[in-house]
């Protein structure tokens, strides 16, 4: 079966643009969560989706927003970018959240953001 | 909330010796631990969990990890390291009181032939 697909996989925006990312989850995985990677920072924690809901935040500005739409896809909002933004962001699907701790999260490729 | 160390940035083997890459954990209640591993220009891939039970458990690709709570350590292991091993290694822990799940700052293999 497909696995985790994001789009788009490399995008180039300037300072002070909004930046709009894709995340289709595994079919029949209901929850969605976004990182952030960077090589300093490793992997931070955007946010979790569970049937349209955000179910938990990370500690990010609110120029980061995220939203789950009926079918499970999600998207992610960049606004006023920042050079400090430039990162590569991995959407990761899970069959469920929260429910059992032990879920495991299934990644897709990410999608590298350069920020000018 | 929760969180992950993972001491080391960089971990140097030969092919063919043990390998271990450290992580240590913090969280309130019991531990979901988990290791991740990424290759160049690619998202996580899942290696091994530990739930409860046996404190030593068995993953993908020979790799294994064992679960210390006095020490609140997870670390992976491997007998024999291998050149493709060479990769970025994630710690991660959730708690169960369905709070996401954390990373560590990832742990670099360089398995040298």
């Known amino acids: 079966k497909a696995g985790v697909t994001q789009t788009p996989r490399y995008l180039i925006k300037t300072r002070g643009q909004q930046v709009t990312l894709s995340c289709s989850p595994i079919s029949g995985h209901r929850s969605v969560s976004w990182y952030q990677q960077t090589p300093g920072q490793g992997l931070q924690f955007l946010f979790e989706?569970?049937?349209?809901?955000?179910?938990n935040k990370g500690n990010f500005p609110g120029r980061f927003s995220g939203r789950q739409f009926s079918n499970s896809r999600s998207e992610m909002n960049v606004s006023t970018l920042e050079l400090g933004d430039s990162a590569l962001y991995l959407c990761a699907s899970s069959l469920l959240a929260g429910v059992s701790g032990a879920n495991v999260l299934t990644f897709g490729a990410g999608s590298r953001l350069t920020v000018l | 909330a929760q969180s992950v160390a993972q001491p080391e940035d960089q971990v140097n083997v030969a092919e063919g010796n043990p390998l271990t890459v450290k992580c240590t954990y913090s969280v309130s209640g019991n531990p979901y631990l988990f290791w991740y591993v990424q290759y160049p220009n690619r998202g996580l891939q899942f290696l091994l969990k530990y739930i409860t039970g046996d404190n030593l458990v068995k993953g993908s690709y020979g790799f294994e990890a064992e679960f210390n709570k006095s020490q609140t350590s997870f670390h992976l292991k491997k007998p024999s390291a291998l050149v493709s091993d060479s990769a970025l290694y994630f710690c991660?822990?959730?708690?169960?009181?369905?709070?996401?799940?954390?990373f560590g700052a990832g742990t670099r293999l360089t398995v040298k032939p």
């Open positions: 989706y569970f049937s349209e809901t955000q179910r």
């Open positions: 991660a822990v959730r708690d169960n009181n369905n709070n996401d799940m954390r």
